[in-house]
């Protein structure tokens, strides 16, 4: 059953949740460090033996992944073409643009927008394949020009090799865990070195993706997977399914229902028991109510917010869309009771590929410039250098810094 809990008590229950990536450094140093010192060896026999890669070569031929296109039903391509159109336009309206501005006569600088060069792509391949998540880090890497797209994942099922054949992958890994990071990170004889890793995983990529974040960049730590509702108001069996479409990932998941309203906390309750008992993944959702899962009643609205802002959860549901202009800290928000989070994960534009565990105080989700560089430039003619010459000169010299005065008067 899940706890009905005041504001007080939820935060105690939520700052008690193990951060589960620190436990798991001592597992994936030791990876890491083996693929980083002996390349291809070590990365397939690592993966012949966490990811069963059995004789399978560490590459899919793409060959692969037109012939998995060819097999899928007509509704799921028709389904994966629908998502990707979206994925492609919201990811299109995000990407910035080269512009440049005249700050005083003589003095222009602006920006131009270049992509990275080279991008790895972690799509999970643990109890359930993840098609959409292919779409989600692929896509906006190809909006933004990135030349060299690898994707990687563990015993990829026919859906997600589809997905890959849909878009024009040509550079698909059979790796998981760990290795792959360290493969991505590094560069093996068969996995380049890529500029950024992105996309979520388990445990241990969260804590391989940690320990390298020194190495090359990385998105963000996506941990277990959360949701929070805030309704004062709604159908209970809505907010229900919502809860259990989250906590059926896995027993890590994190539901939590914020409402002022205990006698409509009281009916979720009751309809999460009623839903439950015909869940196919039950075991997993119900553990993860168990353990993750809150209803926290609180005094007002503003209470409610307090709540959602301290949680910065990786998904926000609003069914009050007008209070969006009280949300600081959310990965992607979802505004109105037909808003699911479930329609996000897939199909409505933007990326599912977000930040939890708080991550969302400091960063939004995966987006088109996650891939891009934006470099800045300036041109200074004799007039505006004129005009600067003595700012300039008086600031470097107030810092200590007398070449770089003399830099500028050198050219008056």
């Not at 054949?165 to 996995?191: K, P």
């Not at 560089?373 to 007039?383: C, G, L, N, P, W």
């Amino acid at each position: 059953m899940v706890p009905i809990l005041t504001p007080g008590e939820a935060l105690l229950r939520l700052q008690g949740r193990e951060d589960a990536s620190l436990a798991a450094f001592d597992v994936v140093g030791p990876i890491i460090e083996d693929v980083r010192r002996r390349g291809d060896a070590a990365l397939v026999e690592w993966a012949q033996k966490l990811d069963g890669l059995g004789q399978y070569p560490v590459q899919v031929a793409t060959g692969d992944m037109a012939t998995a296109l060819a097999d899928v039903s007509k509704e799921l391509r028709s389904a994966l073409e629908t998502a990707a159109g979206n994925i492609r336009r919201f990811a299109e309206f995000q990407m910035p643009v080269d512009k440049e501005i005249e700050l005083q006569p003589g003095l222009r600088v602006g920006q131009v927008i270049r992509p990275l060069e080279t991008i790895g792509a972690y799509v999970p391949g643990g109890a359930y394949p993840l098609p959409s998540t292919l779409l989600m880090t692929v896509i906006p890497a190809q909006v933004a020009g990135v030349r060299n797209i690898c994707v990687t994942n563990p015993r990829p099922a026919k859906e997600t090799l589809a997905a890959g054949g849909l878009l024009g992958v040509d550079r698909f890994f059979r790796i998981g865990g760990a290795q792959a990071v360290a493969a991505f990170a590094f560069g093996t004889e068969t996995v380049p070195k890529v500029d950024r890793i992105v996309g979520p995983g388990n445990v241990y990529v969260a804590a391989a993706k940690r320990l390298l974040a020194g190495e090359v960049a990385i998105d963000s730590i996506a941990g277990p997977s959360e949701v929070v509702i805030a309704a004062d108001d709604g159908d209970p069996n809505w907010i229900a399914a919502d809860m259990l479409a989250q906590a059926e990932h896995d027993a890590d998941a994190s539901s939590i229902f914020i409402t002022t309203s205990r006698t409509l906390g009281e009916q979720v309750q009751m309809a999460l028991a009623s839903q439950l008992a015909t869940l196919p993944t039950r075991a997993i959702a119900e553990s993860s109510l168990r353990h993750n899962g809150a209803i926290i009643v609180t005094s007002s609205t503003a209470e409610s917010m307090q709540i959602v802002n301290q949680i910065a959860p990786e998904h926000l549901c609003l069914y009050d869309s007008s209070l969006i202009s009280s949300v600081q800290n959310a990965g992607s928000i979802f505004l109105g009771p037909r808003s699911t989070e479930s329609l996000g994960d897939y199909a409505t534009g933007p990326n599912h590929v977000l930040p939890t565990g708080g991550h969302a105080r400091s960063r939004g989700g995966l987006s088109v410039m996650d891939f891009i560089k934006v470099i800045t430039f300036q041109q200074v003619e004799e007039s505006a250098l004129v005009m600067l010459a003595p700012t300039v000169a008086t600031l470097a010299r107030a810092e200590g810094l007398e070449a770089h005065a003399r830099a500028v008067e050198a050219r008056l």
